[in-house]
Structures are given as C-alpha cells and as structure tokens.
C-alpha cells in the first residue's frame, strides 16, 4: 500500500475511533476544530447551535461536504478499532463483543476532512444529530449555503449507490449529465435513497444540487457494523473526480414540493438546543487546569459575554469558534430525552412512502 493511501487508512481510523451518540457528540465536534487547527490552518471554522461550519479558500460557488456527527451507537468505556486486511471493525475489550464501528457517518466525516485537506476551495458542513431525525441539518444555517454550489454527502451503506432521490429528485438532469463519467469510473450508478441531511438541505430551499453516496460501511445501525476501507477510498476518489469536474460552478435545482415535504418529525422538528443533552447537565464552557473558563471545543480562555443568554440559558461567546457555548441551563428542564428503542428503517430501506410512513410512525411514538 502506497504512503499516502496508508496516511488515508491512518486518518480514518483515527476518525472511527472517536465515539459519539446522538446528543453527545462533543468529543467529534472537538476533533473536527483541532483537526482543521492543525491540518487546515486557513480554514474558517464556526460551530453554531453543536453544527460546524468550514470554509476554505475563497470561490463564488463551493463545491460542499457534508456529514453528520452522530452515531447510533452507545460509547463504551473500553473501544478499539480493529484493521483486518483493510476491513475496519470494533470491539468492547471489557465485555470482549464486537460493537458498530460507526462508519455510519464518521466515514462521511472523514471524507470531508480528506477533501477539506486536498482542495483549495471547499466548504464543509457538520449536522449533530441525524439519527434521530435530522435536528442538527434541520436548524442549519442556509445563509451559509448561499455561496455553495452543490452539495455530497457520504451517508449510505455499500459501494456502488449515488442517491438522487430522497423523497423528491435531488440533482437536475445537467448535473447528472456532468457526473456521469466520474459515477461510471468508480463502478456507482444512480439509485434512491433515505433521509439524510442532503435531503434536509434541499426541504430547507438549499436551491443547488444534492446527493447523498455509499461509502463502505456496512450493516450499519448494528453491532456488526464495519468498513472496508477500499471501498471508502474509492468513494472518496470518486468525489475528487467529481469536484475536479463540477469545479467551482452553481447547479441550480429547485427541488418540486412533493406531498412529503410536510413530512412531520413528531416533536422533534425545528427543536434545536432542547435536544442537546448538553442542557441537562454537560456545559460546552469546562474549567481548565488553571481554573479559568474554557471552551470546551477549542480550549480557549477568553470567553466573552453572549446575547444568547436568555432564562433559560447562560451563554458564552467563543470568539475562537465564533460560537455561542452553553455554560448552564438556568432551571433543570424537564429531559425529554429519547430512548432509541426502535427498529431504525431510515438506513435499511429505500424511501418508499410506505417505509417513510413506518419511520414517522416510529418517531412520533418515541415520546
Ligand atoms: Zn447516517
Ligand atoms: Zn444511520
């Protein structure tokens, strides 16, 4: 195996061995503002309501990447993973079973780190919360969007889907026109898949193209879960080629209301902070050794007064992050927090209206 590609495999271990659940994902949005410190220098990194916003180098159209920073799994004191000829996979060393690796999305995290550190103009975008029904890409901050000029995201199981329907046509035909080649070269071809934060980003207005791809993990959404890390780097290839061939250019698509667009997440839908389990105890502001307060994603000291401060919150602005940080919830709210007790359809199945219908069903339940 070549240097570089090893550097690749390297990188996306280390990614896969940061544990996250939906609602406590500090330790990924940590590594995702250090990583950029340190590899991406010149990259604007803001974290706004537990999303992360990067921009690098300066382009009237950014091609973007997109990738959700939740996990399905629960975080175990004892994790490793595991590389067995290129196939990645995770073990609990205390009670020595096999548990999900997470590839579902640290892959698609990955992807974006990769292409943030290849190109000279991107944007990359982050969403907490996917796995319990888009929270984080359904609070997303569009006027961010404005300047992107299409949209991928690695969020699906396998080797060979590019999604281009998610409830609703995602790309116009120009843009698959345009990405055909690339789609052919790396063995994928178009299919249709499930919601993920693409598909949120277009019910939002996004107006660009979208698409969401397979990028090698399997059986997610279980203790199976692995990643072939060939076929990750393949996936990866293929949006190197596809970014080399769109380049810096705006593909306009406006996605057709369908009668799902009022699709309704129960009581999660427009929730943002009220779903952070980071009200109900964890504050993004921690004490460092000297005492001072910090910021707990990017450890810096010079915390300044926050206008988010309201009765329900006290708030800190990092000017580092450039992000409003909780320092405490006011009053103990009642958690509302979700038990993830359901067969989760939202990966295992294509939407079909019958499946969205089971799915909503599902999540309305969960309260
Ligand atoms: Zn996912
Ligand atoms: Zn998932």
């Known amino acids: ?44 990194v803001v974290i706004k309501n537990s999303n992360i916003y990067i921009t690098k180098g300066k382009a009237e159209a950014y091609p973007c990447i997109v990738a959700h920073t939740d996990t399905v799994h629960d975080i175990h004191k ?9 196939c990645l996979f995770a ?10 690796v997470g590839g579902d999305d640290k892959v698609g995290i990955w992807l974006a780190l990769e292409m943030l550190m290849m190109k000279d103009n991107i944007k990359c975008a982050f969403f ?17 969007f404005k300047d992107v000029g299409y949209c991928l995201q690695g969020d699906r199981r396998g080797n060979n889907d590019f999604v281009n329907n998610i409830s609703g046509k995602l790309f116009s035909k120009a843009f698959s026109k ?12 178009e299919a249709s898949g499930s919601i993920t934060d693409v598909g ?3 019910d939002n207005g996004i107006g660009v193209c979208v698409a969401n791809m397979s990028c090698g993990y399997y059986a997610p959404h279980s203790d199976e879960e692995i990643v072939e890390f060939l076929d990750s780097n393949n996936c990866l290839n293929m949006i190197d080629m596809l970014v080399k061939s769109l380049g810096c250019n705006r593909y306009e698509y406006q996605r057709e209301k369908e009668s799902y667009s009022s699709y309704n997440w ?15 105890g964890v504050s993004e502001v921690r004490d460092n050794e000297n005492g001072d307060e910090s910021c707990y994603y990017c450890g810096c000291t010079e915390l300044m007064e926050s206008e988010f401060t309201d009765d329900d919150y006290e708030c800190r602005y990092c000017p580092d992050c450039s992000s409003d940080i909780i320092l405490e919830t006011k009053e103990v709210l009642e958690p509302n927090r979700v038990e993830f007790d359901y067969d989760d359809v939202s990966d295992n199945y294509d939407a079909e209206i019958v499946d969205k219908e089971i799915l909503n069903r599902q999540l309305t339940q969960i309260n």
């Open 1 to 44: 195996m070549s240097k570089a590609l090893l550097a690749r495999k390297e990188l996306l271990i280390e990614v896969l061995s940061i544990q996250t659940t939906s609602g406590n994902e500090f330790d990924m949005i940590a590594y995702i503002h250090r990583f950029c410190r340190e590899n991406v220098p010149s990259a604007e």
């Open 78 to 86: 004892f994790y490793k993973v595991f590389d067995d000829d290129n």
């Open 91 to 100: 073990f609990n060393s205390e009670s020595g079973k096999q548990v999900g």
């Open 128 to 144: 907490h919360s996917e796995e319990i029904g888009c929270i984080g890409s359904s609070d997303a901050d569009m006027d961010w």
């Open 178 to 189: 345009a990405i055909a080649p690339s789609l052919a070269y790396h063995d994928y071809s």
């Open 200 to 202: 949120q980003l277009a």
């Open 266 to 280: 129960g009581d999660f839908k427009g929730a943002d902070r009220d779903y952070w389990y980071g009200n109900y």
